[in-house]
């Protein structure tokens, strides 16, 4: 792979996901937190007009618009497609046929903690994240099942990089402590694109526990749509944790227990966040896959 030219670091693509928004305000303030010498790099506020108003969107969510038959589609004309059709035609490595690495900063009311969630399994991918887990024990990573193929997220525009998610913590809130935590890992992923561009980036000694997600379920619903269960107090809070076959998921308005009729354990992430009620879903599934050698 040639030298990686470009870094954008991406915040505000949620509006009141004020993480991303107020690194990329302190990081066009000062641009020497994030200079190196070997590639460029931008800070971009994907979604201004959300962030001005503090909503996660204006029209649609701006992390479904970048399937590729989206972005081609001239009839779609929503603020978001049309950002979406902005964002691509300047930093997609698809389009500009140049190695970029793109860096989209959000934040969870789910208890994930530091989550890198892989763009795709590209060798420097998995160096960078094994990387990251040696010196951030407690940070988790997350790959998709679709590896990047038509997918409609901001991190899709390159195959390079990926999502940081950081959380819980509400929407429209700061939290110091993830701020802090989240730009000092951006610091550490462009010392890593430093350090590969000068052929100098060791490898990763530890094995990398991956964690791919393999399906979503939603809340226990009537007739009429409506929720029927809460997440279970014993499940509430224990994203990445093992959820095994008969163990209480749900817990109905009268108190009794939902129980999750799976075959297989799995690991449930993104745990009753509050972005995800209207699209239908309580968790995520994962399965853990341990990777030697990255």
Do not use: W
């Amino acid at each position: 792979m040639n030298q990686i030219k470009r870094v954008v670091i991406v915040g505000g693509t949620h509006g009141n996901e004020l993480t991303g928004i107020y690194l990329v305000k302190k990081f066009d303030r000062a641009p020497e937190l994030i200079g190196r010498s070997t590639f460029e790099t931008i800070a971009l506020l994907a979604n201004p007009k959300a962030c001005e108003i503090g909503r996660r969107y204006i029209d649609i969510d701006l992390n479904r618009c970048f399937r590729q038959q989206d972005l081609e589609n001239p009839d779609l004309s929503s603020y978001e497609a049309q950002r979406a059709k902005e964002i691509y035609r300047n930093f997609s490595s698809k389009n500009t046929q140049q190695p970029n690495l793109i860096i989209d900063l959000h934040s969870t009311t789910s208890n994930m903690g530091l989550t890198f969630i892989l763009a795709s399994h590209h060798p420097f991918n998995l160096q960078l994240a094994a990387y990251l887990t040696s010196l951030y024990p407690h940070l988790k990573v997350l790959a998709s099942t679709t590896n990047n193929h038509d997918s409609p997220l901001l991190r899709s525009i390159s195959s390079l990089g990926g999502t940081l998610e950081v959380g819980a913590v509400a929407q429209g809130v700061l939290d110091a402590s993830l701020f802090q935590q989240t730009e000092q890992v951006v610091g550490t992923i462009l010392d890593c694109v430093e350090t590969y561009n000068q052929g100098t980036m060791a490898a990763a000694k530890n094995p990398l526990t991956i964690y791919h997600t393999i399906g979503a379920i939603d809340y226990p619903r009537n007739e009429q749509g409506e929720i029927q269960a809460m997440i279970h107090p014993q499940l509430q809070g224990r994203d990445y944790e093992a959820l095994n076959p008969g163990d209480p998921m749900f817990l109905t308005f009268e108190g009794d227990p939902v129980f999750y009729e799976g075959k297989s354990t799995v690991y449930p992430i993104f745990i009753n966040e509050a972005a995800y009620y209207e699209k239908g879903m309580a968790m995520c599934f994962t399965q853990k896959q341990i990777v030697v050698g990255c």
